[in-house]
């Protein structure tokens, strides 16, 4: 790889991520790597009073240690604010995590994922301020947002005031595994959950007088899939994906406790995907309608039918941007000095970039090595680690 003239301290990038790696932060549970990050930073020469929480967590309905990290570094010459972000937080199944190096990876002892999603990110951004103090390099106002929650819902981004990012006007956020692959536009999910009340009965005595709830949730998945609304959506006004995550009964339960009994009560929770959100909401539409219609088919003796609660959310909108968009091609540009070709993505998952793109800050999501995330063989390739920093001061300190 040709690279121009960057001074990064390849090690002590990598020390960086060993260190932040080794830092337990699941979701909701960042405080520690959030002390963690503020404590490199200052040692990197940023200003404790450029340190600071939002009260994002105020606002997330679920339980959430602190807010939004926020960063604010003084351009040393003039231009427009830039972005950068990632997410501090790592999902359940990286607790305990042991990094160790091997050769030009790192990876954990086998019993825990690793964390380099997006512990990548968070080293990179920190990698990125120490580099442009260290070797005083020009650079217009940079923000760095280090988010809470990505991982259960990206609540972070989505409950961010965008009044706390300074007036950025393009954001690249660290989330990926190579750097030549940008992330430039992710579908909209909209979840759906659905509970079902019953009535129980003796299975072989009076099975006439209950009402499955069970059956009913059954007999709606059915019609979901007979009518093409199920798995991978291809219809002639649109395409996504659908799916039934979970069916139990109440608190993680299973649905019913015993073969003789009919099901009282069962609960169902799922999601439709699309590049166009009116899209899955009719996904979503299709789920509704059946589990109407699974409600009539089912009756005791006496007619009654089940109590079916549908109800239903917008997880996150999509996004895609243009390759003329100014951030799209500040990244090609800095790839092209880097002597890499870009590849341009449309993720079927959500990002932060997602929401911050919603919140007015067109943004492109670009990589640092993370693999086989969410499982046990996960890894860090730190050929890619080094080619995402490089990409990063780069487009920190590239001329308009």
Same mark, same amino acid.
């Given at each position: ?30 405080? #520690? ?12 020469? &940023? ?87 260290? #070797? ?54 909209? #979840? ?60 993680? +339960? ?53 109590? &079916? ?77 080094? +080619? ?13």
């Amino acid at each position: 790889m040709k690279s121009p003239a960057i001074p990064l301290d390849v090690e002590a990038a990598v020390d960086h991520l060993m260190r932040f790696l080794a830092v337990e932060g699941v979701t909701g549970q960042e405080a #520690n790597i959030a002390a963690a990050v503020s404590d490199a930073l200052k040692k990197a020469g &940023v200003p404790a009073e450029a340190i600071r929480f939002d009260d994002v967590n105020t606002r997330i309905p679920l339980p959430t240690e602190t807010g939004n990290l926020i960063v604010d570094l003084p351009g040393t010459r003039p231009g427009p604010r830039l972005l950068f972000s990632t997410h501090l937080d790592t999902v359940p199944l990286c607790a305990g995590a042991k990094p160790r190096r091997e050769g030009d990876r790192i990876v954990s002892d086998g019993t825990t994922a690793l964390g380099g999603d997006a512990r990548t990110g968070v080293a990179l951004l920190v990698v990125l301020a120490e580099t442009l103090i260290k #070797n005083k390099l020009p650079h217009p106002p940079i923000t760095l947002l280090f988010t809470v929650r990505e991982e259960s819902g990206l609540h972070g981004a989505r409950e961010l005031n965008p009044a706390d990012l300074g007036g950025a006007v393009m954001c690249v956020n660290v989330d990926g595994q190579l750097a030549s692959e940008l992330i430039v536009g992710a579908v909209g999910q909209e #979840n759906w959950e659905v509970e079902i009340k019953g009535r129980a009965s003796h299975a072989g005595v009076a099975p006439d007088k209950g009402i499955s709830a069970t059956l009913v949730g059954a007999l709606a998945l059915a019609e979901v899939k007979a009518e093409g609304w199920f798995g991978k959506v291809v219809k002639d006004d649109g395409r996504g994906t659908s799916n039934i995550g979970i069916f139990g009964g109440k608190d993680g +339960k299973a649905a019913g406790d015993a073969t003789n009994v009919v099901t009282d009560y069962a609960f169902l929770k799922g999601e439709a995907r699309s590049p166009e959100l009116s899209f899955a909401s009719k996904i979503v539409d299709a789920y509704e309608a059946a589990f109407a219609k699974a409600k009539a088919a089912v009756t005791d003796h006496a007619g009654d039918t089940a109590d &079916v609660a549908f109800r239903r959310a917008v997880s996150y909108p999509p996004f895609e941007l243009g390759q003329d968009t100014a951030v799209v091609k500040r990244a090609a540009k800095a790839l092209a000095l880097l002597g890499i070709e870009p590849t341009y993505l449309f993720s079927n998952g959500g990002l932060d970039a997602n929401w911050l793109d919603k919140h007015g800050v067109p943004t492109i999501t670009i990589g640092a090595g993370q693999a086989e995330i969410h499982t046990i063989k996960e890894y860090v390739n730190l050929s890619e680690y080094e +080619k995402g920093c490089r990409l990063g001061v780069l487009m920190a300190t590239l001329d308009e």
